[in-house]
């Protein structure tokens, strides 16, 4: 029986050995450098990586403009760099990549907005996959096209400001609120918007009116009540006339 056991284990632990070994492999980490528009490593970024359904794994730059981050698979994801400026990249990952990020071989957008600061959407067509928000005035580089759009108004009660029209690379666009920069120059992008009511002139015309009449039956209640007062007062003086004159 001893043999027949020990013959058991044995043909049991060959199996196994003969079996694949399963090992779980390790989030794949994105080795970023980042050097700034002046040629210099960018110290102390904010690094955050995209994958396509927009979550996100984020991490800062050391003094040597490095920072590694973790991604969940092998993939091509987009980087934004944040700083005094954006630098948007992407980048594809197989396995542990490492992947530099300059913004000294990248042309920049210079977005901006008169005669209010506006939220405006930005998408590297590289990636479309996710929209970044940003508000004016700012700064974008990239190494491709890049999509830019504003808000056809914005609501600051009592006042609106209605796009009038972008102006960028010598043209002016005054039907779309969205510009497509192809990024082979530096660009300056100005939005115009023109200040105006919130509300229509016929509604501010209502709502006078209704001021006044508000105003007009405070005055003429309170004008009755004081009459009202006066009367009173007056019978009271008549009756104690009255009785004075019964006492006698």
């Not at 957008?109 to 004016?136: H, N, W, Y």
């Amino acid at each position: 029986m001893r043999k027949l056991g020990l013959l058991v284990a044995i043909f049991i632990a060959a199996i196994l050995l003969a079996l694949p070994v399963t090992v779980a492999a390790a989030d794949p980490t994105v080795n970023i450098t980042v050097i700034g528009s002046d040629g210099n490593p960018l110290a102390n970024a904010e690094v955050t990586i995209y994958d396509e359904t927009g979550d996100t794994y984020e991490g800062t730059t050391n003094s040597s403009g490095m920072v590694s981050i973790e991604v969940p698979s092998n993939a091509t994801y987009l980087v934004v760099v944040k700083d005094e400026y954006y630098i948007l990249d992407t980048v594809t990952v197989e396995g542990d990549t490492n992947k530099t990020v300059d913004a000294s071989a990248m042309h920049y957008a210079k977005i901006e907005s008169t005669p209010k600061t506006a939220d405006i959407t930005v998408v590297l067509l590289a990636f479309e996959d996710v929209d970044l928000s940003m508000t004016t005035n700012v700064t974008v580089y990239a190494p491709s096209d890049l999509n830019v759009t504003f808000p056809a108004e914005i609501v600051e009660t009592p006042y609106k400001y209605v796009l009038e029209k972008i102006e960028y690379d010598g043209r002016e666009e005054t039907e779309e609120a969205t510009v497509t920069l192809d990024m082979t120059e530096d660009y300056l992008v100005t939005a115009y918007y023109t200040k105006t009511f919130y509300l229509a002139l016929e509604y501010w015309v209502l709502i006078i009116l209704g001021i006044i009449v508000v105003v007009a039956l405070f005055v003429a209640w309170t004008a009755g009540a004081k009459e009202a007062r006066s009367k009173i007062e007056e019978w009271r003086e008549r009756n104690r006339k009255f009785v004075k004159k019964k006492a006698m």
